[in-house]
């Protein structure tokens, strides 16, 4: 029997436990991943399908059965919503399985948001040696996946991941570190996620890989900060019961559910710790210059939902929300119709890098600049004006509908919910 425990793996799991240096999964001492299931409590093979709440008090009541017969309460609770990416989920398991920490000490909870790609199989054929909660809901985003996977877990502390984080060896073991250094303040642990060294092939991924435009780490120092925006759930851990003394995530956000509940966590005194130590690894290499577009649009109507719920952050109206009234809305439909030809042309310039390996220009100069550092900086400039263009127009589009429908007042979380639904 072997006495370093390991899961039993898929192929798409071996295949992203054995990438070469410059990723996050490393092999281990023996040259690969270990496989022997047969030494894995059963216990600690929770693998559950849920629709509702009574699945979530199987977990509690199986969570007590544990601790009578001796088994350790977790300290960390892994929460991993997932939608249709079976594949880099795998890649994801497979990296918290070669964590450095005990495996007696995290569990992992996925919450399978109604995917239809085998991720259920998936789940509920795996045998892992920590703690393992498979959880499934109806189509309804992250927020409801984050508040449902928060409800099941039984951690000290939940670690906030998407499907698409791969964790290095010690990330689980320096969130704990960070955490018992941080205590007793109020404070949220922020890792590094960085983009693997394929993301340079693309011009589009090479620009996020590089600059802060999505992911502040990329330029952040280490410290504390106080801003809800770096409230983000790909690589951060806080304590449960602030979460829940919160509200816990609200089901109404699809996306920017993180950057909510990081709102009323600053309002609580709670600030971000950033420990790049505890470092990540992106596996979304595929983001093109139609996914960027589909990402601005995306998160409009839960912005809107922001500013409804939270209409302090409008501030004095200075800001490019302005009070969210009628000239703010006359105003920006004028700016965005002026913008729209050029915000065209620069979507079409961005677009030609798509399908171009961009690693060779790193090694061709012009002059006494590389060629791939030119196209950066030009990045720098056209790509923040595409984003915001569609956001805003989405986002008025949004408004103008909702403001219609509601005789010029501004929608309730869940009407606006409801009329997202219908507009889709």
């Known amino acids: 029997m072997s006495r370093n425990r390991r899961a039993r793996l898929l192929p798409e799991q071996r295949q992203g436990a054995c990438r070469k240096e410059g990723q996050a999964i ?25 629709e ?46 070669a964590q450095s920490l005990s495996k007696d000490l995290y569990e992992v909870i996925v919450i399978d948001d109604g995917s239809t790609d085998g991720t259920q ?40 991941f998407n499907d698409d984080t791969i964790a290095a060896r010690g990330l689980l073991a320096e969130h704990r570190r960070a955490q018992h250094e941080c205590a007793p303040e109020k404070c949220a642990v922020l890792g590094d996620f960085r983009y693997f060294r394929e993301a340079l092939k693309r011009a589009l991924t090479s620009f996020l890989a590089t600059r802060p435009f999505l992911f502040p780490q990329v330029s952040l120092k280490p410290g504390l900060y106080r801003q809800s925006s770096y409230f983000i759930a790909s690589n951060l851990s806080l304590r449960r019961d602030a979460v829940l003394k919160a509200g816990s995530f609200d089901p109404q956000f699809r996306v920017a559910e993180d950057t909510e509940l990081g709102v009323r966590l600053e309002q609580r ?5 950033y420990h790049p130590q505890a470092l990540a690894w992106h596996d979304h290499l595929l983001f093109t210059t139609a ?23 409008l501030g004095a109206g200075r800001g490019p929300f302005g009070r969210l009234d009628d000239n703010w809305a006359a105003r920006t439909r004028d700016s965005l119709d002026r913008s729209r030809p050029q915000v065209a042309e620069l979507t079409k310039a961005i677009a030609q890098f798509d399908a171009i390996d961009f690693a060779p220009l790193r090694s061709i100069g012009k002059g006494r600049e590389v060629v791939a550092e030119m196209v950066m900086k030009t990045f ?18 949004r408004y103008n509908v ?23």
């Open 380 to 397: 720098e400039q056209i790509i923040p004006k595409v984003h915001w263009f569609h956001l805003f127009d989405e986002f008025l589009r």
């Open 291 to 313: 996914n960027l577009i589909d990402r601005a649009r995306r998160y409009a109507l839960p912005d809107l939902l922001l500013f409804n719920k939270h209409p302090g952050l």
């Open 52 to 97: 509702g709440k009574s699945r979530l008090m199987q977990a509690r009541l199986q969570a007590r059965a544990d601790q009578r017969i001796g088994h350790k309460q977790p300290e960390i609770s892994v929460i991993i919503p997932t939608y249709n990416r079976r594949a880099t989920l795998a890649s994801c398991l497979a990296a918290l399985d």
């Open 269 to 273: 005194g709670y600030r971000v710790l």
């Open 26 to 50: 490393r092999n281990d001492e023996t040259g690969g991943v270990k496989t022997d299931p047969s030494v894995v409590p059963p216990d600690h093979n929770r693998t559950k399908q849920t």
């Open 121 to 160: 199989e998936l789940c509920q054929g795996l045998s892992l040696p920590f703690p393992f909660i498979y959880l499934r809901q109806n189509n309804a985003g992250a927020g409801a996946a984050r508040r449902l996977g928060t409800e099941a877990a039984h951690g000290t502390y939940l670690l906030l």
């Open 402 to 424: 909702e403001r219609d429908l509601r005789g010029n007042a501004l929608p309730t979380a869940s009407q606006a919910k409801t009329e997202a639904l219908c507009l889709r």
